[in-house]
């Protein structure tokens, strides 16, 4: 499942914009859902709010997750794993 997000900011006197701020990530991180234990780390820890919980699974929105690994990093079970982004 793949979550849309806007991102809005204001820019000036352009008035208001959507800025998808995962852009310029190199690493996304992929949760294995059979593998987490729905502790709610990687969703406390995000410094994005790119994580929100959906019917009692956690789900990553890769709009404006910028690849840090602070939810991979923080998983007691290594249940993200970093990989490599594709070319856009």
């Known amino acids: 499942m793949e979550l849309k997000s806007n991102y809005i900011v204001s820019v000036g006197g352009d ?9 310029w990530r190199t690493k996304r991180p992929v949760l294995d859902q059979a593998a987490c234990m729905k502790c709610g780390s990687c969703l406390l820890y995000c410094p994005v709010n790119s994580i929100r919980k959906i019917d009692g699974n956690f789900h990553i929105s890769y709009d404006y997750c910028k690849g840090c690994g602070i939810c991979a990093h923080e998983c007691p079970k290594n249940a993200i794993a ?7």
């Not at 970093?82 to 856009?88: A, D, F, G, T, W």
Request: proline content about 6%; charged content about 30%.
């Open 82 to 88: 970093m990989i490599p982004e594709e070319e856009k």
């Open 15 to 23: 008035g208001m914009h959507v800025v998808n701020t995962g852009d």
